[in-house]
């Protein structure tokens, strides 16, 4: 079965396309392309530098397209992919539970439509066109699903298996809120920042108009910043959660970073 989160982990590179906000929830929806996957030797994905048209016609029929993210302030509490292989269907996925199922569905078609509108961007076959709901590449007739369809449709499961719980996720007890923040800070989930720059820690980035900071840097920021997001009322209780995370007294700079963040210095 396939699974978002490990597919992120691996390296199956997506891209965002728009998000909308639910009260204090946010919806966003997200793709993930052939190009950076298939033709990238670093995506789990990987079949050739220089894929043919029919491995990409192959890949955009079967392999799983578009997916969104809802997220409770920075936490992330469920996403919804929709799977194409070994059968069409949406996986629900609860990453604070670490659980997931399937969910039918019933949108007919042979090719999601942002897949048909990337394979006549990349023209990955020169012959290839569309017209209408159809997208014709190597001889054959696909029926494109539209966007809007599989967006209405992952409405709908947000709503028929109620995943914006008024309720909040977000616990209110101090101590429950350190677990989340400490469960949620772990390799490859919601407030990991620091997985994806691992060997470029001291890489300057520009993080507002002419003002410069390592990734590591930045990252501390964004993890301050998040804890106080998601309720942690003092910094100092941050501080305390990230000696807890880290297994030792914070250092000075980890000290100044989230300070900072938690304060949202560079965003006055």
Not at 58 to 83: E, T, Y
Not at 158 to 169: V, Y
């Amino acid at each position: 079965m396939f699974d978002a989160a490990t597919a992120q982990t691996v390296g199956f590179n997506s891209v965002s396309l728009s998000e909308t906000k639910i009260g204090k929830f946010s919806i966003a929806f997200n793709y993930y392309p052939l190009n950076n996957n298939i033709n990238n030797a670093r995506s789990s994905v990987f079949l050739d530098s220089h894929p043919s048209a029919e491995q990409a016609m192959i890949a955009a029929i079967n392999l799983p397209s578009d997916f969104v993210v809802i997220r409770d302030s920075q936490v992330v509490i469920a996403i919804i992919v929709l799977v194409n292989k070994p059968k069409r269907e949406f996986l629900v996925i609860d990453p604070l539970k670490q659980s997931q199922y399937v969910l039918p569905c019933n949108l007919t078609g042979d090719i999601c439509e942002n897949r048909a509108i990337e394979l006549f961007r990349h023209e990955f076959e020169s012959k290839s066109y569309r017209k209408n709901l159809e997208y014709f590449i190597q001889g054959r007739r696909l029926k494109i699903i539209p966007i809007k369809s599989i967006e209405n449709k992952m409405m709908e499961i947000i709503r028929s298996e109620k995943l914006l719980n008024q309720n909040s996720l977000i616990p209110n007890n101090a101590e429950r809120k350190k677990a989340l923040i400490i469960n949620q800070s772990v390799e490859n989930r919601s407030l990991d920042y620091f997985s994806k720059i691992k060997g470029i820690e001291n890489v300057e980035i520009e993080i507002v108009p002419d003002v410069y900071e390592t990734n590591l840097n930045f990252a501390l920021y964004k993890w301050g910043r998040a804890t106080k997001d998601l309720g942690i009322e003092t910094v100092d209780f941050s501080l305390i959660i990230w000696q807890e995370l880290v297994h030792r007294n914070p250092t000075k700079q980890e000290i100044e970073m989230i300070r900072s963040g938690f304060n949202k210095s560079w965003e006055k």
